[in-house]
């Protein structure tokens, strides 16, 4: 039922920035949060970012803390993902997906998008 669009993925440099952007429709959000998974080459899943979308709680893996910022616009039910000082380990396919709550990385359903690829070169 819920329905997502991802967009804003390419290719950079290491070091480099990039924005990740979500579209979100078909759920009222406000009970849930919204997160980022990605999924980078020959492993699992993985929460990345995590923003709840009431009060706007935002939590993180270890390992983009500090680097990732993850945001959200109410009025235009996105959401966003900002990535600076990329590295090549941050290569992945990036989704978007609602969650029970940002500290169980639930996803409501299994619904993903396309995704979109981040590739970044050393």
């Known amino acids: 039922q819920v329905q997502v669009v991802e967009s804003g993925g390419g290719l950079v440099q290491a070091g480099g920035s990039l924005r990740l952007s979500c579209t979100i429709a078909?759920?009222?959000?406000?009970?849930?949060?919204m997160a980022w998974f990605r999924q980078p080459p020959g492993k699992e899943r993985e929460g990345v970012a995590c923003?709840?979308?009431?009060?706007?709680?935002?939590y993180y893996a270890d390992s983009v803390k500090g680097r990732f910022t993850i945001s959200r616009d109410i009025a235009e039910n996105k959401l966003y993902l900002q990535m600076s000082s990329l590295r090549p380990v941050d290569t992945a396919m990036y989704y978007c997906?609602?969650?029970?709550?940002?500290?169980?990385?639930?996803?409501?359903?299994?619904?993903w998008g396309q995704g979109a690829q981040v590739t970044v070169s050393s």
């Open positions: 078909g759920l009222t959000l406000d009970p849930y949060g």
């Open positions: 923003i709840t979308w009431r009060n706007g709680n935002a």
């Open positions: 997906s609602a969650v029970l709550g940002c500290q169980t990385w639930r996803p409501l359903d299994q619904h």
